[in-house]
């Protein structure tokens, strides 16, 4: 399997990712560990157990302090399913009462489907659908031990049950899929004036550091950088259908916009849903 790569936002704020843009690579998906003085906390455990148990070796050569959080920024199966892994470890799960909806909905389907895919059956043949043991509705705040996490939801964006981690103290936000750096993002669940709202809540914010759902890390820039993609992808889709262009049209349309994105494979749904806005 394919090694994690490491990013250090700060002494006590590490980024893993497998990068790429397939399933056996959960898509690109960021998992970030928090590192407290008491406890660990995860942010988005990736794809599938066995990503977890990688994620779980490199927190082991960070830090003694045990794995004591996880907390789910949405419940698509690249951030989500992972969880379970650090579950089945004692670690209590966190998430908005939306995202264990989405969980309990679709996770167990989907890791059917999967087990049915000769492709990538090895990858879910240990995964199981397991929902937050504690969720919210507005928000909560976790003591790491030196280091406090603020979770909150910043409504409808990417999906019903997104989750923002703030971690004040560092100046560092890990925004989910509100941010994408170098991917395209993934509209089926989303609300798009929603999205924009909370872009507008990560700037807010004022942090020195974002960490993406998918990408590299960076400053603001990202985040603004995330706004103009929203905008412009407004403004193919308006034109699109002044000239009564169907959706494939569309799509072309993005990808000659921002050629080198990754997770083109969601561009046909970002055609329907911003055709539909």
């Known amino acids: 399997m394919k090694a994690l790569n490491e990013t250090s936002v700060r002494p006590d704020v590490v980024v893993w990712t497998l990068g790429g843009g397939e399933i056996a690579t959960s898509y690109g998906a960021n998992c970030t560990a928090v590192l407290g003085r008491d406890a660990t906390l995860l942010v988005d455990p990736l794809i599938a157990p066995a990503h977890a148990r990688l994620v779980e070796e490199a927190v082991a050569r960070r830090t003694t302090v045990p794995v004591r959080w996880v907390a789910l920024t949405h419940h698509h199966t690249d951030h989500a399913l992972g969880s379970s892994w650090f579950a089945r470890r004692g670690a209590t799960v966190v998430a908005h009462e939306a995202c264990g909806d989405g969980m309990r909905s679709f996770h167990p389907g989907l890791i059917a489907e999967r087990r049915r ?5 090895g990858l879910f043949a240990d995964a199981e659908s397991a929902a937050p043991a504690l969720t919210f509705t507005d928000g909560v705040t976790i003591d790491l031990g030196g280091v406090e996490a603020r979770i909150f ?30 991917y395209h993002v993934n509209f089926e669940d989303a609300s798009i004036e929603g999205f924009s709202r909370g872009l507008e809540r990560l700037l807010a914010l004022d942090a020195d550091a974002y960490v993406p759902g998918h990408g590299a890390p960076g400053g603001r820039e990202i985040v603004e950088a995330e706004r103009e993609y929203l905008a412009a992808l407004r ?33 046909p749904d970002t055609a329907r849903r911003f055709y539909e806005a």
């Open 153 to 182: 939801h910043p409504g409808h964006g990417h999906t019903p049950g997104d989750s923002v981690v703030h971690l004040p103290g560092q100046s560092v936000v890990v925004t989910g899929d509100l941010v994408s750096n170098g």
């Open 117 to 121: 895919d000769p492709a990538i059956a």
């Open 235 to 267: 403004k193919l889709a308006g034109e699109g259908m002044e000239r009564g262009e169907p959706g494939d049209a569309l799509v072309a349309r993005i990808r000659e916009t921002f050629p080198g994105l990754l997770l083109e494979m969601v561009l």
